[in-house]
């Protein structure tokens, strides 16, 4: 995973049970929690490394609310992790149930994730009807003195045809933006969905360590190479730190032979990815939407 976040959320997942445990940990998370997918229409889950603590206070059909800590702050946070429902007369009940959960005080507190509704007339382009700021959402916002967190890259989230929309949001009380100002929402590109996953990054003010220990990749022994790898390389010499050193110091020089021009490529393609939907964005071109739908397929 590019970017290796401390805690990832799937939205609208259409799994559940050990399928959605296997996704999770599959991309390298070790603690879990989900609100389950009903008749495969929605459901949250989340994934989290040891990195930060994570309690869960509150389920909900379309929201988990968590406090976490991280080794970086001594603070702990409330992080609720949102879908909402496409269904509008069900999403009534969201607003209310949401702003309950906002604590009164200075504890720093944000909700991420897809809403299902917009904030203002900007956050839409296309369709049958114009653009219009949702009031139940609107009036939550206002009436719980939130903070729209803003975002770095295309404007829209979701995309269906001709219509493009910012549906997802991040959302902090006061003391959120106090205590981190510096916070950042990347909106990433498209790859195999209609919606845009989105990064957050606390961008904390502390220096981190240069390098990254190694990580033994399971697709290895996949590559019909590996095994000569491991009988020309592997020798004991007496010292088993000395001797995994040495064959980390090739494995790593043999990974780079291998699979670097995999991973150029793979950053090329999500640059002119980037390049397609940010004119798309623009001009709604029904070109430029097959020359996605070939860059997405490669």
Not at 34 to 40: M, N, P, S, T
Not at 98 to 110: D, E, F, N, S
Not at 197 to 225: I, K, M
């Amino acid at each position: 995973m590019e970017h290796r976040p401390d805690i990832i959320s799937l939205l609208e997942n259409r799994v559940s049970g050990s399928k959605a445990d296997r996704i999770i940990a599959k991309l390298g998370f070790q603690f879990l929690h989900r609100v389950e997918a009903i008749g495969y229409a929605r459901g949250i889950c989340i994934g989290w490394n040891k990195s930060v603590k994570v309690k869960i206070l509150q389920n909900h059909p379309q929201f988990i609310i968590t406090q976490v800590w991280h080794n970086s702050s001594s603070i702990p946070i409330l992080i609720g992790f949102v879908y909402g429902s496409p269904n509008r007369q069900k999403r009534k009940d969201l607003w209310h149930e949401l702003r309950a959960t906002i604590p009164v005080g200075q504890t720093p507190w944000m909700v991420i994730g897809d809403f299902n509704a917009i904030l203002s007339s900007d956050e839409k382009k296309g369709g049958l009807s114009n653009g219009k700021r949702c009031p139940r959402f609107g009036n939550f916002v206002d009436l719980s003195n939130l903070h729209d967190l803003g975002f770095k890259g295309p404007p829209f989230t979701c995309y269906r045809g001709h219509l493009f929309e910012r549906l997802d949001h991040a959302l902090g009380n006061e003391a959120w933006v106090n205590y981190f100002p510096n916070s950042l929402v990347t909106h990433l590109p498209r790859i195999k969905s209609d919606n845009r996953s989105f990064l957050f990054n606390f961008n904390f003010d502390f220096a981190l360590p240069r390098g990254r220990p190694f990580r033994f990749l399971a697709g290895w022994v996949e590559h019909s190479d590996f095994g000569n790898l491991v009988r020309h390389q592997w020798v004991f010499q007496g010292n088993m730190s000395a001797s995994l050193n040495k064959f980390t110091a090739n494995l790593k020089e043999w990974n780079k032979t291998i699979y670097d021009h995999i991973t150029t490529r793979r950053r090329n393609l999500i640059h002119k990815l980037s390049t397609v939907q940010r004119k798309m964005n623009l001009l709604g071109s029904t070109h430029l939407a097959l020359v996605e739908i070939k860059i997405r397929n490669e």
